[in-house]
T-cell receptor, first 114, second 116 residues
Framework: SAVISQKPSRDICQRGTSLTIQCQVD?????MFWYRQQPGQSLTLIAT?????????ESGFVIDKFPISRPNLTFSTLTVSNMSPEDSSIYLC???????????FGQGTRLTVV | AQKITQTQPGMFVQEKEAVTLDCTYD???????LFWYKQPSSGEMIFLIY??????QNATEGRYSLNFQKARKSANLVISASQLGDSAMYFC?????????????FGTGTRLQVFP
């Protein structure tokens, strides 16, 4: 299994500012995934972060709004830029186990934009 | 079209009873995986159980079992001997492998409440 440390666990931010969320994995993984969970909703994939290449964004998500870094095989960051109250959500990072029969999540970042 | 459908927004079950949470899926890919997660109010996603499309037997993990009916494209989660701590949101998810991306598609979830 993989252990993912995600921080911050929660934050309250002013609109127009940016927040960077960090995820550290205790083992090397090829792909890391960033999900958003809006209040009362399910999880939606934002992007897939590969080490050494640009992140792959899902429809409806753009790099200018959600820039992602993946400097090595154990670490990734997601930035939520120019925030508005609509960005208030839980953001989660995830990795898949070596056999792809498990997918592990960080503890989540509960973001409130005021 | 919805890839993963959870038709029960909420379920109630009495402590020590069994409960089934429904999940149906839609894919044309012969290779896929199905996952169930528990999300308590703290927000973390707790992996419960996995079923691969080629697995011959239904998956089981402790009190959790997966009733996998491939022809009907359903993967229902059965929780036996419910406990108060089982109260949470439960999400069904699918991994399709056409491009080996490993990304998951989630259903809308079912809120389970266990009462004494």
């Amino acid at each position: 299994s993989a252990v993912i440390s995600q921080k911050p666990s929660r934050d309250i931010c002013q609109r127009g500012t940016s927040l960077t969320i960090q995820c550290q994995v205790d083992s090397q993984v090829t792909m890391m995934f960033w999900y958003r969970q809006q209040p009362g909703q399910s999880l939606t994939l934002i992007a897939t972060a590969n080490q050494g290449s640009e992140a792959t964004y899902e429809s409806g998500f753009v790099i200018d709004k959600f820039p992602i870094s993946r400097p090595n095989l154990t670490f990734s960051t997601l930035t939520v830029s120019n925030m508005s109250p609509e960005d208030s959500s839980i953001y989660l990072c995830s990795v898949v186990g070596s056999q792809a029969t498990e997918a592990f999540f960080g503890q989540g970042t509960r973001l409130t934009v005021v | 079209a919805q890839k993963i459908t959870q038709t029960q927004p909420g379920m109630f079950v009495q402590e020590k009873e069994a409960v089934t949470l429904d999940c149906t899926y839609d894919t044309s890919d012969p290779s896929y995986g199905l996952f169930w997660y528990k999300q308590p109010s703290s927000g973390e996603m707790i992996f419960l159980i996995y079923q691969g499309s080629y697995d011959q037997q239904n998956a089981t993990e402790g009190r959790y079992s997966l009733n996998f009916q491939k022809a009907r494209k359903s993967a229902n989660l059965v929780i036996s001997a419910s406990q108060l701590g089982d109260s949470a949101m439960y999400f069904c998810a699918m991994r399709e492998d056409p491009y080996n991306t490993d990304k998951l598609i989630f259903g809308t979830g079912t809120r389970l409440q266990v009462f004494p």
